[in-house]
């Protein structure tokens, strides 16, 4: 099932975050008829901010859809006193719920007997209620060193565990600047009277364990009989991270590469899959597209690269060959360079890069550059 007729088509969209309002975006241009499901009061996704997460369920309600015939059947329950389910059909299913839903724990040796606060940065909203405490940060990337940072100001010792002790100079230098900022190897063990043991021998008794150890890819909501499998953060078999052979065009996925400049490229997708859908592109057969994946999983193989990094793509070059697929235009070299400037900043000047304007040059570029995605009121028309 490689290409489609060119026919208007009935397509549920599952997620109203930034990746789920392109995509109906793009399926309305070609002509389909979108319904778009979201499990918040608003759309927004990650970006609709909620001061109050404590008591949230990350995944939301398992709603549930399943293939029928090359179709799709959706049940969907209302978050209402009488809970209403609702059971719909469906020519093809875009899933957009994006990857910052299910926090990843790590394995911790004495971790559930540990009877202080866990919990994952997800969650975190403010450093107040921190006060004080000796708050242990296990995961040292960009989440684990804001709230390092945040932290600093109010609570007594902020404790960094990281894999490994080789940092940036950024974080070199915020370690340096603050007398209760400390950095760890990876953890050991945890114990019930508060201890946190790491892999050194040191040790210390927290009060709080943040864990900024990143997000899993979950899918409770659909049901391919075994088609499409999450593995270790591989989402597999997917074509160009987006397609599972056995069911494209039909099922989609946007938002699952990580580490790219993700609303263009949200954006190519989209496009992708409503030309697809509407006949005006097509796809390879389904053996191509098989051979295309083990490529590419022989390739990361090859590399070293462990399996649950499978859609860490940091890479322009894919970004540009999406684009191809539709015609689209690559990212503007201004582009590309102000996310390059704004990483080689952070790497040096962690706690001021956002603050700095040395990209200005650039960003008057851009400013007189058209925006690709500059669109008149008639793009947004029924």
């Known amino acids: 099932m490689v290409s489609s007729i060119n026919m208007s088509k009935n ?8 990746s789920g309002l392109v995509a109906a975006r ?6 389909h008829n979108v319904v778009v499901f979201e499990q918040n009061h608003d759309v927004g996704g990650q970006w609709l901010y909620d001061p109050i997460v404590e ?3 990350p995944l939301g309600r398992d709603n549930f859809l399943k293939g029928k015939d090359l179709r799709w059947v959706v049940k969907t329950t209302a978050k209402t006193a009488m809970d209403k389910v609702v059971e719909e059909v469906y020519d093809a299913v875009v899933v957009a719920t994006g ?3 299910k926090p990843r724990l790590p394995k911790i040796k004495g971790m559930d007997a540990w009877r202080r606060r866990q919990i994952h940065s997800h969650i ?5 209620p921190f006060r004080n405490e000796v708050v242990l940060v296990v995961g040292n990337s960009l989440s684990g060193q804001d709230i390092s940072m945040e932290l600093v100001d109010v609570a007594k010792e902020i404790h960094l565990s990281a894999k490994s002790l080789d940092i940036s100079e950024g974080l070199i230098k915020v370690i340096s600047k603050y007398d209760n900022l400390y950095l760890h190897p990876q953890i050991d063990s945890l114990h019930e009277d508060g201890r946190v043991l790491f892999i050194d021998g040191s040790w210390l008794i927290a009060n709080t364990i ?3 150890t990143g997000y899993s890819y979950s899918f409770p909501f659909l049901d391919t009989k075994g088609i ?3 593995d270790d953060d591989r989402v597999g078999p997917l074509y160009e991270h987006t397609f599972p052979p056995s069911l494209a065009p039909s099922l989609s996925f946007i938002g699952i590469p990580r580490k790219l400049i993700g609303f263009p490229f949200f954006e190519c997708q989209a496009k992708w899959i409503s030309q697809l859908l509407s006949g005006k592109k097509t796809l390879p057969s389904w053996d191509e597209m098989m051979q295309s994946i083990e490529k590419f999983y022989h390739s990361t193989d090859v590399a070293g690269i462990p399996k649950h990094n499978t859609h860490d793509l940091a890479n322009f070059e894919y970004c540009d060959k999406y684009a191809d697929y539709i015609g689209f235009p690559h990212l503007e070299e201004w582009r590309k360079e102000l996310c390059l400037s704004a990483l080689r900043s952070s790497d040096v000047n962690l706690e001021t890069y956002r603050d700095s ?5 650039m960003l008057q570029e851009a400013r007189k550059s058209p925006h690709f995605t500059q669109l008149g009121t008639e793009a947004f028309a029924p």
């Not at 793009?26 to 002509?31: A, I, P, S, T, V």
């Open 124 to 128: 975190y909203r403010v450093p107040e």
């Open 228 to 230: 499409v499998v999450v």
């Open 210 to 212: 943040i864990y900024c």
């Open 11 to 18: 397509v549920c969209v599952i997620g109203g975050g930034p």
């Open 55 to 57: 008591n949230e369920d």
């Open 99 to 101: 990857h910052y839903s």
């Open 357 to 361: 304007y040395e990209d200005k040059e």
């Open 26 to 31: 793009e399926l309305r241009k070609e002509g």
